[in-house]
Antibody, heavy 117, light 110 residues
């Protein structure tokens, strides 16, 4: 069974750094791209970027380029999304999902990030 | 990039059919057969319902179907059921080699 399990909810202060994770199982982790999607409170889905764990090739949406870093450790089948300096506007639910057929076919349960002073 | 355009809300009675539209441009919806649709219930992760315009993943009911004409894609749900009440999002591959989501449509089953 394909599963993507994300790390737990985080509460941070503005300016702090953060790295959240997404662990894949039940399939060949290095053979599929993994995407990250943001959903701000009460809002729609926004595609952030995507990584191919096999060689760490990464692409970002123009809206998120330079704002976040996507990485992966194929040895432990885990992808990451990280911020170096959080802002209140980063408060959102973040989902990882497996990319297939130019779509996202399996999704993680989401990680809620709250940034507040 | 601006989000693909979806109606904010649609509604229908049980047993009826509804259609949700997703309008883009020739640089996204109209240019590629890579339109997908997602269902999201409150507090849950999205679920893939349609990929490559009209294909259903294994396990998705055949009451869900997708199509495309020009720069507009559509999701049709037939035999509407109470459990179909959710938010629906379209997505398309774009000429920038990055996907783009629609703004989302809230489906209410009356």
């Amino acid at each position: 069974e394909v599963q993507l399990v994300q790390s737990g909810a985080e509460v941070k202060k503005p300016g702090e750094s953060l790295k959240i994770s997404c662990k894949g199982s039940g399939y060949s982790f290095t053979s599929y791209w993994i995407g990250w999607v943001r959903q701000m409170p009460g809002k729609g889905l926004e595609w952030m970027g995507i990584i191919y764990p096999g060689d760490s090739d990464t692409r970002y949406s123009p809206s998120f380029q330079g704002q976040v870093t996507i990485s992966a450790d194929k040895s432990i089948s885990t992808a990451y999304l990280q911020w170096s300096s959080l802002k209140a506007s980063d408060t959102a639910m973040y989902y990882c999902a497996r990319h297939r057929w130019e779509a996202l076919d399996y999704w993680g349960q989401g990680t809620l990030v709250t940034v507040s002073s | 990039q601006s989000a693909l355009t979806q109606p904010a809300s649609v509604s229908g009675s049980p047993g009826q059919s509804i259609t949700i539209s997703c309008t883009g441009t020739s640089s996204d919806v109209g240019g590629y057969n890579y339109v997908s649709w997602y269902q999201q219930h409150p507090g849950k992760a999205p679920k893939l319902m349609i990929y490559e315009v009209s294909n259903r993943p294994s396990g998705v009911s055949n009451r869900f179907s997708g199509s495309k004409s020009g720069n507009t894609a559509s999701l049709t749900i037939s035999g509407l059921q109470a459990e179909d009440e959710a938010d629906y999002y379209c997505s398309s591959y774009t000429s920038s080699s990055t996907p783009l989501f629609g703004g989302g449509t809230k489906l209410t089953v009356l």
